[in-house]
Each structure stands twice: as structure tokens, then as C-alpha cells.
């Protein structure tokens, strides 16, 4: 089971480094010829092709395994980065999004699955800490070659060839699921013999309080990822590049909080850990309200990003104690399309809110998804605790 972690651990990474598109962008909509906007075109085809994925991940997975699933997500994502590379103009791009996302969604759910299901609470968040540093290497290889003659097309060329070679080298240690293939199998027999209606998912107590937890946390994780720097840079008068790299700490925040968390969960419970997360995240956006020096709006940023560490992992993992084995594979693929439906949907929300209104909301915008999180997660627990 070590080793099958191992490589679990492996595939998140490969999960995180197709994310260059922010990187990239500047000289690829100008190598295409459209405008900086269409960016937004490329993440909508994403997350929607991403959600579909997580959604229907269940019915997939029963009917082909979950390491068949989790090796052909991977062969079809490295071969969307080749994809990529090869791009001739903006449709091809758009379209080689399609497999692209829907290769990510299928990994990402079926993985947080079977580490809930099969591993302890630690795993869960370090397999999340591990997708922070596939993220933030895919950026480090992406400025390289754009250091260089072959540009954009050569990173991701690079990372779809890194991908293909790990396809390769999962397709070696195929016979490490064995365990979890026969655990799967047992499951199904006590449990559901075939997939479960959304109806039936969702009458089950605790559910649709789980998904508006999922939806108000990627919410608040997201806004803050795309708008902190131009709250910092619009209403607190930061420079520009000092903002930028205070929003860099953000995201190192949570991919540092994530390492931590995971040795926390050997002294702490999930519901103490959200609750952990959730103050500190209603510290930072306090510090963000009120008139500090410059590097205690640091601190105010970096809680943000140390108290998101622990919340999505702790849910995630919780999900089959909560709802029962039988149905966790079908509850975490619509956990995920909530999630990323928070992520896709509100920071452009928010953007609308900040040109209509002013930049001044951002603090109460993300504060308010944080209160709707806390009481789900109340509601959540006292669902859950009933059925005990």
C-alpha cells in the first residue's frame, strides 16, 4: 500500500502541472491572435468539461476499474498538452481544453476517493499538498522554455511528455491496485450493485450541506487567488510586483499549511481542523479590513491561504465516514463538480461586483461565503451526528 501511495502521490503532481495556462498566456494570445480576455474562454471549457468528468466519475469507474481510469486520465491529459503545443489558432487550443479537463476531473475524483477510503486522514492532506507542488512546478518548467526559441509550444510539450512518461511507469505497477480493486469489489457487494440517482444522493442527510461547504470553500480559495493582488495593488496602494508576490505567499500558504495539517490530523479531528481553518481564515480577512502597515496585510493573506490548507482535504476525507463507502465515490464526484463550480463561477462574479461597484467588497465577499461555510458546516455535523 506504500508504494501504491507513492505513486498516488505522483499522479497529483502530474494532476498539478498541466496548470500554465496563467503563465503562459501573456505570449500565447498574442502568438494566436485574440484578445488577453479569451483566457477566460479557455478556463470556462475547462471547468465545464472538469465538472462533467467529477459528476459522471462514478457511473465510469464501476464499469472500468479505478487504475484503468486513473491511467487513461493520465495518457489523455499528457496528450492534451501535446495537443497544445501543436495548436495552429485559438480553436484548436479551445478544443484540445475539452480532454484536457475532463482528464483532470476523473483523476481528481476517483484519487481523493480511494485515499479516503483507503488511507488515513494525513495522505489526504498531503495528496493535496503534493498537487501545490505540481502547480508550482509546471510554472518553473513553462518560464523556461519561454526563456527560449520554442516558447509556449516547448512547455507544454515538455510537461505532456513528462505525463506520458509517467503513464508508462503506472502502467508498470498496474498490479499495486490489486488490494484496492478487491476492496472496491466488496464494497459494491454490501453496499450498491450499480450507481445511485442524484435524487437518492441527495436525500441523504448531510449532503446537499456538504456541497454548498464544497462550493463556499474553492469560492473563497479562488476570488482570493485572482483578486487579492488587485485589492492590494487598487484599494491598499501596494506595488504592483509586491502584490504579485504577496499573492505567490498566499497560495505557499496553503500548499505549506497542507504538509502541516496532515500531522495535525494525528492529534485533531476534521471538524477541529475546518473549525481551526475557518478562524484563521476570518483573521486574515479581518486584518484585510483594517488599516495595517504593509506586512501585516502579509500576515492577513498568508492566514487566508494557512487556514484553507486543512479544509478541503478534511472534508474530502471524511466523506465515506460520513455517507457510507458505497456511496462516497458517487458523493466526492459531486462534491468536486460543486467545488469546481465555485471556483469557475464566482471570482468572475466578483470581478463583475468590483468594476460595478469598487474593490473595497473584496474583504466582504469572501467573508461572506466564509459565515455560509461555517453554518453548513454546523448543519452538516448535526446531520451526520443524527443518523449515528
Excluded at 15 to 32: E, I, K, T
Excluded at 46 to 56: E, K, P, Q, R, V
Excluded at 270 to 296: W, Y
Excluded at 347 to 366: D, N, T
Aim: hydrophobic residues 55%.
Amino acid at each position: 500500500m506504500i508504494s501504491l501511495l507513492i505513486i498516488i502521490y505522483i499522479a497529483f503532481i502530474m494532476l498539478g502541472l498541466p496548470n500554465v495556462l496563467g503563465s503562459a498566456w501573456p505570449v500565447m494570445h498574442a502568438d494566436l491572435g485574440v484578445a488577453a480576455a479569451s483566457a477566460g474562454i479557455v478556463s470556462m471549457i475547462l471547468s465545464g468539461s472538469t465538472i462533467f468528468a467529477t459528476f459522471w466519475c462514478d457511473r465510469v469507474v464501476r464499469r472500468v476499474g479505478e487504475s484503468k481510469l486513473v491511467l487513461l486520465s493520465i495518457l489523455v491529459i499528457g496528450m492534451s498538452m501535446i495537443g497544445f503545443s501543436l495548436s495552429p489558432n485559438f480553436i484548436f487550443l479551445a478544443l484540445w481544453s475539452m480532454p484536457l479537463g475532463i482528464g483532470s476531473g476523473f483523476l481528481d475524483a476517483v484519487l481523493n476517493n480511494v485515499v479516503a477510503l483507503h488511507y488515513e486522514a494525513k495522505h489526504m492532506s498531503w495528496l493535496h499538498a503534493f498537487w501545490g507542488v505540481g502547480a508550482s512546478i509546471g510554472p518553473i518548467i513553462m518560464s523556461f522554455f519561454l526563456l527560449r526559441e520554442s516558447a509556449w509550444q516547448g512547455g507544454y510539450r515538455a510537461i505532456g511528455v513528462i505525463q506520458l512518461v509517467f503513464v508508462v511507469v503506472f502502467f508498470a505497477t498496474l498490479k499495486l491496485w490489486k488490494h484496492i480493486q478487491a476492496s472496491a469489489a466488496d464494497t459494491e457487494t454490501t453496499d450498491e450493485q450499480e450507481p445511485s440517482s442524484l435524487s437518492k444522493i441527495l436525500a441523504i442527510p448531510g449532503v446537499k450541506q456538504s456541497l454548498i461547504l464544497f462550493f463556499c470553500y474553492t469560492s473563497i480559495e479562488a476570488t482570493v487567488g485572482l483578486w487579492a493582488s488587485s485589492y492590494l495593488v487598487i484599494i491598499r496602494d501596494l506595488a504592483e510586483e509586491t502584490a504579485a508576490l504577496w499573492t505567490a505567499l498566499y497560495f505557499g500558504g496553503i500548499t505549506a499549511g497542507r504538509f502541516l495539517s496532515g500531522f495535525l490530523t494525528l492529534k485533531l479531528s476534521h471538524k477541529r481542523l475546518i473549525g481551526l481553518g475557518s478562524g484563521l481564515i476570518g483573521l486574515g480577512i479581518l486584518v484585510l479590513f483594517l488599516p495595517v502597515p504593509e506586512n501585516f496585510l502579509l500576515l492577513g493573506l498568508f492566514l487566508i491561504g494557512f487556514g484553507c490548507a486543512p479544509i478541503f482535504p478534511s472534508l474530502m476525507h471524511e466523506t465515506p465516514s460520513n455517507f457510507g463507502a458505497g456511496y462516497s465515490q458517487a458523493i466526492i464526484g459531486i462534491q468536486m463538480s460543486f467545488a469546481y463550480m465555485g471556483s469557475m463561477l464566482m471570482p468572475p462574479l466578483f470581478g463583475v461586483i468590483a468594476e460595478q461597484g469598487s474593490y473595497r467588497l473584496f474583504p466582504f465577499f469572501i467573508g461572506g461565503f466564509l459565515i455560509l461555510m461555517v453554518i453548513m458546516a454546523k448543519w452538516l455535523y448535526q446531520k451526520v451526528q443524527k443518523q449515528v
